[in-house]
């Protein structure tokens, strides 16, 4: 009886710490490796205290929470690995304003590539009195950290997924616009994020 107490709770402290968000793969391993420690010091204790209790009842009370826990852990953490990773803030498109057919932008992002994807959705307007220009505009996409380069009908929102090739601290590719003779395009970056 006594070991089933102590599982529950052990298991409702760490599922309290699950719903709190708590960090890191980092602060779950500590955690883990802390709680290990302190249960087997727990189950030393408690077997030269108490006589009446099996050393496997104590024992198990603690290694069901520890082994959830670390089961846990590890699908949280590779759940933490897939999800995007917000980066507009960090993301600075120059060149963007009233662009004409073959204008360069270049932008860059001050983050490295710890995925496998840059998403970015761009903002597009007319810029002239040629309009509607945008619908027959697109989109060219290069630059040295891409893996390949990308081509994208412009809307209003275009969104275009860019894979990356690099390991530098920041990301930097070309934006170049396509499109008819006397068209002005305005574009930058609305969203960016990264992802696998």
């Known amino acids: ?15 309290v710490l699950f ?4 960090g890191s793969n ?3 391993v500590g955690l883990v490796g802390g709680v290990a420690v302190l249960c087997a010091a727990l189950v030393g204790l408690l077997q030269s205290v108490t ?28 759940e933490e690995d897939s999800r995007p990773v917000p980066v507009t803030a960090k993301t600075h498109l120059a060149g963007g304003r009233s662009m004409t057919n073959g204008s360069t932008a270049r932008v860059t992002v001050a983050s490295g590539a710890v995925r496998d994807r840059l998403r970015v959705t761009f903002d597009a ?6 309009s509607p220009c945008i ?13 390949d380069e990308v081509s ?24 170049a616009l396509e499109t008819d003779a006397h068209c002005h395009v305005s574009i930058d970056v609305k969203e960016a994020s990264l992802r696998n």
């Open 51 to 78: 006589h009446g209790f099996r050393l496997s009842e104590i024992a198990f009370a603690f290694a069901v929470p520890v082994a959830a826990l670390v089961v846990v852990s590890l699908l949280l953490g590779s």
């Open 19 to 22: 719903a709190t968000g708590w």
């Open 26 to 28: 980092e602060v779950r």
């Open 1 to 15: 009886m006594l070991a089933l107490a102590l599982s529950l709770l052990f298991a409702l402290v760490f599922l």
């Open 125 to 130: 307007q007319e810029a002239g009195d040629a």
């Open 152 to 175: 994208a009908r412009l809307r209003s929102e275009t969104v275009v997924h860019l894979p990356l090739d690099t390991t530098a601290p920041e990301i930097t590719f070309d934006v």
């Open 135 to 147: 619908p027959a505009s697109a989109l060219r996409i290069w630059g040295n950290d891409l893996a």
